[in-house]
Each structure stands twice: as structure tokens, then as C-alpha cells.
């Protein structure tokens, strides 16, 4: 059994379905998070763990000791104003526990509106929507902190990220599904349980310094993803508007962007086949096991 002793800013569903990943490959796990509520004792699995509190740039102090004990750390805390809240608070603590494995979770927001056509990780950012540019302004601190204290570090940047309990079943079912109209809009999306086996695969194959896009084979349109939701259910058409009238900002920005994201960089350097190469596959299981 092997031992990992990882400290998780932000434990959302991609950093509960890593620990998961890490559970069933038999790891011993010796596991700190934070979150914004008070700190706790809680448990996932059977693997307990406490959750320190981090709210903006006040944080329970006892989470520095297990900070300073972490080999490997895993962020997912979203900037606020530009500015990484992890790396302003906390990067000379992170410097000194020298730890073999950091890894911050961007998006792929960064690379603002390409029309349509394929992005990589050598295409130019020019983001944008908020998320995107405040995101774009916290990688870049990371990685001008990691390059001058040499620590290992790398970048993955998730495309729109679905699950068992977040996807468009989910949303049909419940009646909070729409179909937006807009032409050549294309993104890409990514299981959360692929996401956590690529985080797995790079425990072993490191190299510090990349940036990685965390996406699967087949970039489609909402309008594709959500009547392909219809034929799964079998239920009515969900209510067609146009972008103008979605009333969400966050929503409107996202319709902004329309890029297909490559990710033949992180399939060939970690050698990673997908278990859900589209949203074909992602939604077919989550239909015949959940919904």
C-alpha cells in the first residue's frame, strides 16, 4: 500500500473523485482540505479528514502544520479579482514544505473566442469572459512563483465538467434545461471520473513546467449534447431561446466562447485512454446506472 499525504485547496467534486481514485488504487491517505465553512472533522468513504476553513484571506492557522506536512497538493479555489488566493496567502508555507507534486486546476476559458477551431496548449489566450481572464492572471502567478522556488508543478485546464449528479439528464428531469440557439457554437466537456484518473496517471508521470487540456474527443454544441439528453429520456423538447435572452450572465459569457479543445497532448503524454471518449458515452452511463 502506498502513502500520500495531500492537501486539497477547495474540495469540490473533482478533488472527492481524485481522493476516490487514490481509494481504489489501495493508497494509504492521509488527506486535509479546505472550504469556506467552519473547520470540521468530516469523512469521505471511510477516509477521515479535516476540513480547515479558508474564506478569502482569513483561514483557520492549524491548517499550516499539515500544509507544511503535504507532499503532494491539489488546487481547485477559483480566483477572486484577479488575484490567487492560495498563492497570496500561502506560498512561502508551500515553498518550505517542499512538495514533490502540485497541480492547480485552470479552465479552458482561458483561451477566450477561437471562432469554432481547434485550441491547444500553444494557442494564444485572449479571454474574454471574466472567469477566463481572472483565471489566465492566476496562472500565471503560479507559474512565476513555481518557476522562481523550482517546485513541481503543472496546469491542467478542465473543459465544462459533468458528473453523476451534475449533467443534462439531470437538468431535463428537472425542467431547468433549454435549448440556446446559436450558430458554430462549439465546447468541449470532460467527465469528472476522467479528470481524476488523468490527475492519478501524472502521480508517476511528471514533468513540471506543462500545462495540460483536460478534454474529451468529441467538442459539440449544447444544442447536440441536450436533444441527444431528449432521445435518452425520451421526454418533450425543452423551451428554444435565443442568447440574448438567457438571463444568467455567467451563461451569456459562456456562449461568448466557441472552441474545440484538443487533447491529444495529455492522451499521448500520459498514455491515457478516455472512459468516456464523448458525451455519448458519459451520458449512456449515467442513464443505464443512475438517472
Given at each position: 500500500m502506498k502513502d500520500i499525504n495531500i492537501f486539497c485547496f477547495g474540495f469540490g467534486q473533482v478533488a472527492k473523485n481524485f481522493i476516490k481514485k487514490l481509494n481504489l488504487e489501495n493508497f494509504n491517505i492521509n488527506l486535509s482540505a479546505t472550504s469556506r465553512d467552519i473547520t470540521q472533522q468530516k469523512k469521505i468513504g471511510k477516509i477521515n479528514y479535516k476540513s480547515f476553513q479558508f474564506l478569502n484571506n482569513s483561514f483557520d492557522q492549524k491548517l499550516v502544520e499539515k500544509l507544511k506536512q503535504s507532499d503532494h497538493i491539489l488546487v481547485s479555489i477559483p480566483p477572486v479579482n484577479g488575484i490567487d488566493l492560495v498563492v497570496k496567502n500561502f506560498s512561502k508555507i508551500?515553498?518550505?514544505?517542499?512538495?514533490?507534486?502540485?497541480?492547480?486546476?485552470?479552465?479552458?476559458?482561458?483561451?477566450?473566442?477561437?471562432?469554432?477551431?481547434?485550441?491547444?496548449?500553444?494557442?494564444?489566450?485572449?479571454?474574454?469572459?471574466?472567469?477566463?481572464?481572472?483565471?489566465?492572471?492566476?496562472?500565471?502567478?503560479?507559474?512565476?512563483?513555481?518557476?522562481?522556488?523550482?517546485?513541481?508543478?503543472?496546469?491542467?485546464?478542465?473543459?465544462?465538467?459533468?458528473?453523476?449528479?451534475?449533467n443534462i439528464l439531470v437538468r431535463l428531469?428537472?425542467?431547468?434545461?433549454?435549448?440556446?440557439?446559436?450558430?458554430?457554437?462549439?465546447f468541449s466537456r470532460i467527465h469528472v471520473q476522467d479528470i481524476a484518473n488523468v490527475l492519478f496517471k501524472s502521480l508517476l508521470n511528471f514533468k513540471s513546467g506543462e500545462i495540460y487540456n483536460i478534454s474529451d474527443d468529441k467538442p459539440s454544441s449544447s444544442k447536440e449534447v441536450t436533444l441527444y439528453g431528449v432521445k435518452l429520456l425520451n421526454v418533450d423538447l425543452p423551451k428554444s431561446i435565443e442568447v440574448e435572452d438567457i438571463e444568467s450572465e455567467m451563461l451569456k459569457n459562456f456562449y461568448k466562447d466557441s472552441k474545440k479543445v484538443s487533447n491529444k497532448k495529455m492522451k499521448n503524454f500520459f498514455n491515457y485512454n478516455l472512459k468516456f471518449p464523448t458525451y455519448v458515452e458519459g451520458l449512456n452511463y449515467i442513464r443505464n446506472n443512475l438517472v
Open positions: 508551500i515553498e518550505e514544505s517542499n512538495p514533490r507534486w502540485v497541480t492547480y486546476l485552470s479552465a479552458t476559458s482561458v483561451y477566450g473566442d477561437h471562432k469554432g477551431k481547434w485550441v491547444n496548449e500553444e494557442s494564444q489566450t485572449n479571454p474574454m469572459s471574466v472567469n477566463g481572464i481572472d483565471r489566465l492572471a492566476a496562472e500565471k502567478s503560479w507559474m512565476l512563483f513555481t518557476t522562481n522556488s523550482k517546485l513541481p508543478f503543472q496546469i491542467f485546464r478542465l473543459s465544462g465538467i459533468y458528473s453523476d449528479r451534475s428531469k428537472s425542467g431547468n434545461a433549454n435549448i440556446v440557439n446559436k450558430k458554430n457554437h462549439f
